[in-house]
């Protein structure tokens, strides 16, 4: 396994072996291992050891001398891991038993200082505090990049009308550009809300110990100085028994694959025959087994299909909490693999939506087309009224009646004759026509965040500067 000597099996025994005259079972030892889930969290439980090493060696717990041993033995692990020549040992109850063990291996007696004034309590809840910092930055890189793609698409369409809906039925228009900042408005949110839950996850917890500190002369400000924390955490009980920073990510990750799976509702109706608003590139699609004809929109249904994942993490987490005492238990350790899944799940939609939805084409026509039935400009023919004076819940009645009329007689309320117009209130003049065309319909709506031109340029220009004060 390693290439400076083997583990000894005293080396490799189990963190809390001492009390036992017996070993564990084996089936007892293989339930409870935790290294096939933790392993990603290596170089952020070295990071802590350093550090602690550090401060033991300041608050002169250890000699500097062992603080140097200790420090040259954990890097050249982590060269060694980073590097392939070292390998997980799958045996090791955990990533921390592992890498206490190997370094004891390579530097003698000095490695098994490197516990002392910690537990596997506050080590755990650190090293996941260490990887969320790690990944959160990640994820928010990604949903930058999904949001540049979004305005840049949106960009070359603010002048492409399609059917706005509500209840799936035709209301009123926008364009294809208003259309795409609304989904880029959700991702943004997403970003925020990452940002907030960093601020409670940088916090240290190392220093707590199993639940009541230490009677040593810990500096536990100096060691999450040196790890990049901002502050420690105030209670060491709650320190150890908190997973709220797990919770928070989980609950963050859950609303953002709802985003991408309500996005993903609508490209799968849009690549539909009936709308074909959405031509998706065939390397972001596949094909049936047995209908040769078929172009399927798979991956963005697999990202619409994964949101149970994700919600069943958070879930798992919640339930996982809901009765547990103070401080630590053993039913924490299940954390991990909610949260990790939950990480990945999401990374790897966002990825993966941003490229399926940018290499997309867009059927402009369809979309104009759609917009002439549904008499989606039923409203501006109200409003038309309430800038002569009529009072809106009147207008609503006398548009609501043309539009009877117009079913009856099977034609679009442009289509109208005048007289018809004039027929329901003596307020309409000619210029009833030009005021209800469609594109009149979109570029009248200019209050902040509407779909007018001027306004959607506006969110486009905002969203630039989103994505350039975020785009590290």
């Not at 990452?194 to 409670?200: A, E, F, G, I, V």
């Not at 919600?311 to 809901?322: H, P, R």
């Not at 009529?390 to 109208?416: D, Y």
Request: with cysteine; proline share 3%.
């Amino acid at each position: 396994m390693s290439t400076h000597g083997t583990i000894t099996k005293d080396n490799h025994a189990a963190l809390w072996h001492g009390r036992f005259e017996e070993g564990p079972d084996a089936q007892a030892v293989a339930f409870e291992t935790s290294i096939y889930v933790d392993e990603r969290m290596a170089q952020d439980d070295i990071k802590g050891s350093i550090a602690h090493a550090k401060m033991l060696g300041k608050a002169k717990i250890i000699s500097k001398e062992e603080e140097q041993k200790i420090t040259e033995g954990l890097k050249s692990i982590q060269d060694d891991l980073l590097s392939g020549k070292l390998l997980i040992d799958y045996s090791a109850e955990d990533i921390h038993s592992f890498i206490e063990a190997t370094l004891t291996d390579r530097i003698g007696e000095a490695g098994k200082k490197v516990h002392t004034g910690r537990s596997r309590n506050d080590q755990i809840a650190l090293d996941e505090r260490l990887y969320l910092k790690r990944f959160i930055p990640q994820l928010q890189d990604s949903l930058v990049t999904l949001i540049s793609g979004l305005e840049k698409i949106a960009e070359n369409h603010t002048d492409t009308i399609i059917p706005g809906f509500t209840h799936m039925q035709h209301a009123q228009p926008v364009t294809l550009a208003h259309h795409l900042c609304a989904w880029a408005w959700m991702f943004t949110r997403d970003f925020d809300r990452l940002n907030d839950c960093l601020k409670r996850i940088d916090i240290s917890p190392i220093g707590s110990c199993a639940l009541a500190g230490s009677g040593l002369p810990l500096d536990r400000k100096y060691e999450a100085k040196e790890l990049g924390f901002s502050s420690v955490t105030q209670n060491s009980l709650d320190s150890v028994s908190d997973r709220d920073y797990c919770l928070e990510i989980a609950s963050d990750l859950s609303i953002t694959q709802m985003h991408l799976s309500r996005v993903c509702e609508e490209i799968v109706l849009w690549a539909t025959q009936e709308f074909s608003f959405i031509d998706l590139s065939e390397k972001w699609s596949t094909g049936s087994s047995i209908m040769p004809q078929k172009k399927n929109p798979d991956f963005a249904e697999l990202i619409r299909g994964r949101t149970g994942k994700v919600y069943g993490d958070l879930i798992a987490l919640l339930t996982m909490m809901k009765g547990l005492p103070l401080a630590y238990d053993r039913d924490m350790q299940e954390d991990k693999e909610s949260l990790f899944d939950a990480c990945d799940t999401v990374l790897s939609c966002i990825k993966v939506f941003t490229q399926m939805i940018c290499s997309a084409k867009w059927n402009t026509e369809k979309m104009k087309e759609q917009c002439r039935g549904g008499y989606l400009n039923a409203t501006d023919v109200a409003d038309y009224l309430v800038c002569k004076g009529l009072p809106f819940r009147t207008a609503h009645g006398v548009s609501a009646k043309l539009v009877r009329i117009a079913i009856e007689n099977n034609c679009e309320l442009e289509k109208l004759p005048f007289s018809t117009f004039k027929d329901c209130s003596e307020l309409f003049e000619e210029d009833i026509y030009s005021y209800i065309t469609i594109e009149n319909s979109v570029n009248s709506r200019k209050t902040d965040g509407g779909p007018a031109a001027s306004k959607v340029k506006e969110q486009l220009d905002a969203l630039k500067q989103f994505v350039k004060q975020n785009n590290k």
